[in-house]
């Protein structure tokens, strides 16, 4: 499991944006959001970094919580 902090998430369209892109590269992730910390745990075949460039493809910058 992999959690991002994407400071610029503020809504639904945002989140669907992010979704799509995260299941475009992997369509078995399992995705779970917390608008409110705008942050996305990701459950994902897929490495942090191919993660992190399906997020920056949708159009937001992220960052890794540790």
Known sequence: MTTFSIPE???GHCKAKIEDAVMDADEGAV???DMDAREVEIDSTL?????ADAI????YETRLKT
Do not use: E, P, Q
């Not at 490495?47 to 993660?51: F, Q």
């Open 31 to 33: 995705i779970a959001f």
């Open 56 to 59: 920056k493809a949708a159009g």
């Open 9 to 11: 998430m503020s809504c």
């Open 47 to 51: 490495d942090t970094a191919a993660l």
